[in-house]
Structure formats: C-alpha cells, structure tokens
C-alpha cells in the first residue's frame, strides 16, 4: 500500500499537478507491483516564502534576479 508524498514549489498549473499524480501512480504500479486502489499519492504546494535552500527562499532567489 504506497504513500507517496510530494513537496513541491508552488507554481505549477493542475494539468501539470494532473502529470505528476499520473506518473508516480504509474511508477508505483510498475516499480513495487502494486494495486492501483492502494496507491495514495499527496501533493503539497509550498509556498516560496517556505521553501528554503542555502538560506535563500524561492521567494528571495526570485526577488535577486529580477532586481539584477
């Protein structure tokens, strides 16, 4: 029975958000045999503000290259 749980930047459109589900339910069929009614899949938007990488937010690198 996988879980599969995706953080990701926010900013994508849901027919891209749709793509994903669609590939990583695919994957677990595949990949782990598994049955699709047991496949869980969860997408978490995150906010730029909220995401983080070497002490930069998404937010903050954005903010830096469209003032450069």
């Known amino acids: ?3 599969i749980d995706v953080s ?4 994508r459109s849901p027919q891209q958000l749709r793509a994903l589900i ?10 782990v045999d598994a049955a699709p009614e047991n496949i869980t ?5 995150i906010e730029h ?4 990488r070497t002490n930069q ?3 903050e690198r954005n903010n ?3 003032s450069a």
């Open 49 to 52: 503000e909220h995401w983080s």
């Open 41 to 45: 899949v969860i997408v978490r938007e």
């Open 1 to 3: 029975m996988p879980l």
């Open 8 to 11: 990701i930047a926010k900013g």
């Open 57 to 59: 937010t998404i937010a």
């Open 22 to 31: 669609s590939a990583l339910h695919q994957a677990a069929e595949n990949t």
């Open 64 to 66: 830096s290259q469209a």
